[in-house]
């Protein structure tokens, strides 16, 4: 998959694990960082808006947002090296140019529906529905395989079951992970069969929330309620 590693292969155990402290070119010195800022984001967003006046003071408000963002590392603190310890990555940690994809916190489509009505003795009802495609995902390997230090940023090799190269026992699996009806993301990895995964590749399903209140008014003095 040539994705470099920091570490002697000789350091490697039978699992593929690393340890980090192998990837020192001299033990008398710990953690070196250079600080460059090298990230780069894009966002489009389109926003249209309704709004229905009924009888008395009932009201119906509805917006839906087409939203786009891209970026090459999604983080904004604390520390300066934040930006390889979250960012998926293919390979070299300090390289962000093959991480250029959907943001972690984009999403594409968004609907919002407020109502409001007044029923009897005071009372009224509110409600609201907000409905989004989930964040973005991306296929990650659990452990650090190349010795950057970080367990959670190395995007993973999807092995091709049809590959001749790949081994028996793990062309099984990945059938049977791609055969499996309830995977939601079957065909992200089908499309990266081969490969080193691409960041945030796929959607998580849409998610819906529905807030649900009813206010009453109190009227305590002529002024005052």
């Not at 999403?107 to 409600?127: E, L």
């Not at 190395?154 to 059938?175: E, I, Y």
């Not at 995964?197 to 009453?216: E, M």
Request: net charge neutral; proline share 4%; glycine share 8%.
């Amino acid at each position: 998959a040539d994705r470099p590693v920091f570490v002697p292969a000789n350091t490697i155990d039978a699992q593929g694990r690393t340890l980090n402290t192998r990837a020192l070119q001299h033990a008398e010195l710990g953690r070196v960082l250079e600080l460059v800022s090298t990230g780069e984001a894009r966002q489009h967003a389109a926003i249209l808006e309704a709004s229905y006046a009924g009888p008395g003071e009932s009201w119906v408000d509805i917006a839906y947002t087409y939203n786009h963002a891209l970026d090459n590392t999604t983080f904004g603190c604390c520390l300066g090296r934040t930006s390889t310890t979250f960012t998926a990555i293919k390979g070299d940690p300090r390289d962000l140019a093959t991480s250029w994809a959907s943001s972690d916190l984009d999403f594409r489509h968004k609907v919002v529906v407020t109502v409001h009505a007044p029923i009897f003795w005071g009372i009224s009802i509110g409600a609201r529905y907000i409905g989004s495609n989930g964040r973005p995902i991306s296929a990650i390997v659990n452990g650090d395989i190349n010795g950057d230090e970080s367990t959670s940023n190395d995007l993973a090799f999807v092995f091709d079951p049809d590959d001749a190269a790949t081994p028996a026992a793990v062309a099984a699996s990945m059938r049977k992970v791609l055969d499996n009806p309830n995977n939601l993301f079957a065909d992200y990895l089908r499309e990266n069969l081969g490969r080193i995964a691409d960041r945030n590749g796929a959607f998580v399903p849409w998610v819906s929330r529905v807030d649900l209140r009813a206010t009453k008014r109190f009227n305590l003095t002529r002024r005052q309620a």
